[in-house]
């Protein structure tokens, strides 16, 4: 197996894609283009006129920015704003493949990094549920 591959689950070779819409969250994107740009967390807050720990929440994928602040993130960062959102069009390669890192380590990586895409994934559509549900519990009264 290449530095580019990793075994899935059925133990196929399929090739890494690094930020991905099905691997990546917008926490991840968004951390991986300001380490990219050599900020830190507090030079990117100052820029933005937030708190640090309002990019942390972002990084942490615990909130999101409001629009304004989406379209600095991708002029200071460098990568599109499509990529922030959905990791399609401009941006970053992803990180550099370190020959430090065992296959079995990386492929435990990116097994979490699907589990945790499919968490959030399912954590929407519990929303959506849940909003659904007032709806006709209010609409039954």
Not at 57 to 75: C, H, T, V
Not at 91 to 101: C, F, K, M, S
Not at 130 to 137: D, F, M, P, S, T
Request: hydrophobic share 35%.
């Amino acid at each position: 197996m290449t530095d580019q591959e990793t075994t899935d689950m059925s133990g196929a070779e399929k090739p890494e894609e690094w930020f991905s819409s099905e691997t990546s969250t917008f926490g991840d994107r968004l951390a991986g283009a300001r380490e990219a740009a050599g900020m830190s967390r507090g030079q990117l807050a100052r820029r933005l006129g937030v708190k640090e720990t309002t990019v942390a929440k972002w990084e942490d994928d615990f909130s999101e920015p409001r629009a304004n602040k989406l379209q600095m993130l991708s002029g200071i960062l460098g990568v599109s704003l499509t990529w922030l959102l959905t990791a399609e069009g401009e941006g970053l390669d992803g990180p550099a493949v370190e020959d430090t890192i065992s296959d079995d380590l990386a492929a435990i990586l990116t097994e979490m990094r699907v589990l945790k895409s499919e968490m959030q994934r399912s954590a929407d559509r519990v929303g959506l549920l849940e909003k659904r549900l007032r709806q006709v519990l209010k609409e039954d009264k």
